[in-house]
């Protein structure tokens, strides 16, 4: 059997179904819509195992030809499907195929191949495609990526995470990071862990490096006092990158605790705190990865400019003084 006579098994296949359709009535679940799309391959005369392997992909396998079953009592033609890394692939299947059972709104069933209708990926927790069908369907995902299904499905997973990282970036609104970008084999995979510790219970020499790490990857603290979201990126380093929680926001660089600086309190406590932990700062641009500040920055900087670098984007962020008139001025 070559690609035109399978695929003309499926117009037939899905005739049939929607027949049934208007005839029986919707499918209730998902199971009974997969077991009813094998009976009518089978009718059709594709040797297809009646009784489903569980977590198998694709659901149906017919010698090269592979179906993929999703069923939805929505009006919605899009859904999960399976993890990127397809470890429960089977070997054998060369063309991937989509059956679509949409029971909300106009009940209808649908096929498509598998690469056109991938469209998004879910990089919440183990990465995932979304798969859409229908009349518009959006770009497939593959030709963003710039490579075929085939071709991305035969790559090792860390080769793949390189494809999804990329997409992923393209999709942060302003604010937004990744927490999970390491992509080099040698590195451990990064996670947040269960139990994060909490700042409070740090020892003062731990508060004051990750302070200046993440005053350092964060130029906005140095905002007006007035700015709600100066803090938000510094914060969440500490806790996607680090597992360190901060309840008190306040407590990195403004609270009196850290503001203060050769016994005396008040004035600018963002400057206070930045000319404390100017040594750990250093320390920081020299020892962090470069893929932070492409991360947090958006570019690549090399270890000896980095403080210069930073200092341009505090001078353009700070309203109230400017950053590179006070800090580092016997240090660069």
Avoid at 105 to 112: D, I, K, L, N, Q
Avoid at 145 to 155: H, N, P, Q, R, V
Avoid at 249 to 259: I, N, P, Q, T
Avoid at 296 to 325: C, F, M
């Amino acid at each position: 059997m070559n690609v035109t006579q399978f695929e003309n098994s499926l117009n037939q296949a899905t005739k049939i179904l929607n027949d049934r359709i208007k005839t029986n009535g919707i499918f209730q679940t998902s199971k009974e819509f997969e077991d009813e799309v094998r009976r009518v391959l089978l009718s059709l005369g594709l040797p297809v195992n009646i009784k489903p392997i569980p977590q198998q992909f694709p659901d149906i396998d017919i010698n090269e030809f592979g179906v993929e079953v999703k069923f939805t009592e929505k009006d919605t033609w899009r859904s999960v499907a399976n993890s990127i890394n397809e470890s429960d692939r089977v070997q054998s299947v060369l063309h991937v195929y989509l059956v679509f059972g949409k029971m909300g709104g106009f009940p209808e069933v649908r096929w498509a191949r598998y690469e056109d209708s991938v469209i998004h990926v879910r990089t919440s927790h183990q990465p995932r495609f979304e798969v859409e069908i229908g009349s518009n369907p959006k770009e497939s995902l593959f030709k963003v990526f710039g490579i075929t299904y085939a071709e991305f499905s035969k790559l090792p997973n860390e080769e793949k995470m390189k494809y999804i990282r990329k997409y992923a970036r393209s999709r942060l609104k302003q604010g937004e990071h990744l927490w999970w970008i390491e992509d080099d084999k040698e590195e451990p995979e990064h996670s947040l862990p269960i139990a994060p510790r909490l700042y409070m219970n740090l020892s003062i020499d731990e508060k004051r490096l990750y302070r200046a790490e993440a005053a350092l990857l964060c130029p906005q603290i140095v905002k007006s006092s007035r700015s709600r979201d100066k803090y938000y990126d510094a914060v969440m380093y500490l806790l996607t990158y680090r597992g360190i929680l901060c309840p008190q926001a306040r407590d990195l660089f403004s609270a009196g605790s850290v503001a203060m600086r050769n016994g005396i309190r008040g004035g600018n406590y963002v400057q206070r705190a930045l000319l404390d932990i100017q040594k750990e700062m250093l320390i920081a641009a020299d020892v962090l990865e470069d893929k932070l500040f492409i991360e947090y920055w958006g570019e690549s900087v090399n270890k000896e400019d980095r403080i210069k670098k930073w200092l341009e984007k505090a001078d353009n962020l700070a309203k109230e003084w400017v950053p590179s008139q006070v800090l580092f001025k016997n240090m660069r």
